[in-house]
């Protein structure tokens, strides 16, 4: 049975710091691409970062710059450093692995950035 168990959410304050984790269960990580998105109150879930099983990362542009996603196959995890936090950046964000037709999602944690 595949299982995304995410971790390191929480409240932090605009231009602070947070790392995600994503530990995967039940697939060949290194084989699947993985990837992080997010959805806000009120809006569709969206793409923020995904990394391939070969290591090419893709961002979308509003976290260029300030987010890096990154994988340890070793550890079948998946990480999100998120700098420079913004308000906006605040939604649920949602560990995803992929791999031809297989999908899977996380159960989703919440990252507030507030003052």
């Known amino acids: 049975q595949v299982q995304l168990v995410e971790s390191g959410g929480g409240l932090v304050q605009p231009g602070g710091s947070l790392r995600l984790s994503c530990a995967a269960s039940?697939?060949?990580?290194?084989?699947?691409?993985m990837g992080w998105y997010r959805q806000a109150p009120g809006k569709q879930r969206q793409l923020v970062a995904t990394?391939?099983?070969?290591?090419?990362?893709i961002y979308t542009d509003s976290v260029k710059g300030r987010f890096t996603i990154s994988r340890d196959n070793a550890k079948t995890t998946v990480y999100l450093q998120m700098n420079s936090l913004k308000p906006e950046d605040t939604a649920v964000y949602y560990c995803?692995?992929?791999?031809?037709?297989?999908?899977?999602w996380g159960q989703g944690i919440q990252v507030t950035v507030s003052s």
């Open positions: 995803n692995a992929v791999r031809t037709i297989h999908q899977a």
């Open positions: 039940g697939i060949i990580f290194r084989l699947y691409d």
């Open positions: 990394i391939t099983s070969g290591g090419n990362t």
